[in-house]
């Protein structure tokens, strides 16, 4: 890992610290905060720390160099932040199917921790394509559609642009830790490209949640 890898990746630290904080203290017209932030917060702790522990360890804790634990939780971890962020985006703007979208995601992740530790490739090769696609539809849709909607300014649109990062690598990383490549996205492309665009997506959702409300 370069020094310039390690400075994205604790650029993305503190950026999804500084937006748990800005969510935190973000109410609604009501004075009370919005369910979506839950989501959406838990989403940046995750962000935040994998980002951190991998600019303290180093790519090695990705598992894409080898088997082991890590080689299984990269693929978990990877689907909790799009999951965490499809949800909240439900939660927010067609409140009446988040039950069902939640569980549709707890159930993708439970089948995505089922086939990584029963070490059952085709079944893995089924459901993380499936579930991280309806989470990056659901993240790249729902911007657009607030928008049009006049529900959201049209910053809020670079949620969408992030989605489909966060999307893109996640199962470029779940391809390589199976030993396996998406398309012309090998191991080095991946982590030459990875430490950028985690900060991008950080940067990217931040900004659309912060100044994507209309005024």
Same mark, same amino acid.
């Given at each position: 890992?370069?020094?310039?890898? /390690? #400075?994205?990746?604790?650029?993305?630290?503190?950026?999804?610290?500084?937006?748990?904080?800005?969510?935190?203290?973000?109410?609604?017209? !009501?004075?009370?905060?919005?369910?979506?932030?839950?989501?959406? %917060?838990? +989403?940046? +702790?995750?962000?935040?720390?994998?980002?951190?522990?991998?600019?303290?360890?180093?790519?090695?804790?990705?598992?894409?160099?080898?088997?082991?634990? %890590?080689?299984?939780? #990269?693929?978990?971890?990877?689907?909790?932040?799009?999951? %965490?962020? !499809?949800?909240?985006?439900?939660?927010?703007?067609?409140?009446?199917?988040?039950?069902?979208?939640?569980?549709?995601?707890?159930?993708?992740? !439970?089948?995505?921790?089922?086939?990584?530790?029963?070490?059952?490739?085709?079944?893995?090769?089924? #459901?993380?394509?499936?579930?991280?696609?309806? +989470?990056?539809?659901?993240?790249?849709?729902?911007?657009?559609?607030?928008?049009?909607?006049?529900?959201?300014?049209?910053?809020?649109?670079s949620i969408s642009v992030?989605g489909a990062l966060i999307? &893109?690598?996640?199962? %470029?990383? +779940?391809?390589? &830790? &199976?030993?396996? /490549?998406?398309?012309?996205?090998?191991?080095?492309?991946?982590?030459?490209?990875? !430490?950028?665009?985690?900060? &991008?997506?950080?940067?990217?959702?931040?900004?659309?949640?912060?100044?994507?409300?209309?005024?």
């Open positions: 890992m370069s020094l310039l890898d /390690q #400075v994205f990746l604790v650029g993305t630290y503190i950026i999804a610290m500084l937006a748990l904080w800005s969510l935190r203290n973000r109410k609604s017209d !009501g004075g009370m905060r919005y369910p979506s932030d839950y989501y959406h %917060s838990g +989403a940046f +702790a995750v962000l935040g720390i994998a980002s951190l522990l991998l600019s303290i360890f180093g790519w090695g804790i990705l598992g894409i160099m080898g088997e082991g634990t %890590s080689n299984k939780l #990269v693929a978990i971890v990877s689907s909790i932040i799009p999951f %965490s962020w !499809g949800t909240g985006l439900i939660s927010r703007f067609f409140p009446r199917y988040e039950k069902f979208f939640l569980g549709l995601m707890i159930l993708g992740l !439970g089948l995505i921790t089922l086939s990584r530790f029963m070490d059952a490739p085709l079944m893995a090769r089924i #459901v993380y394509p499936v579930f991280h696609s309806t +989470a990056a539809s659901v993240v790249i849709a729902t911007p657009i559609i607030a928008a049009k909607r006049g529900l959201m300014n049209s910053h809020f649109l992030g999307s &893109a690598t996640g199962i %470029s990383l +779940a391809f390589l &830790a &199976a030993g396996r /490549q998406l398309l012309f996205l090998s191991q080095e492309i991946v982590l030459m490209i990875f !430490g950028p665009i985690l900060f &991008a997506v950080a940067v990217l959702y931040f900004w659309g949640l912060v100044h994507g409300e209309k005024s």
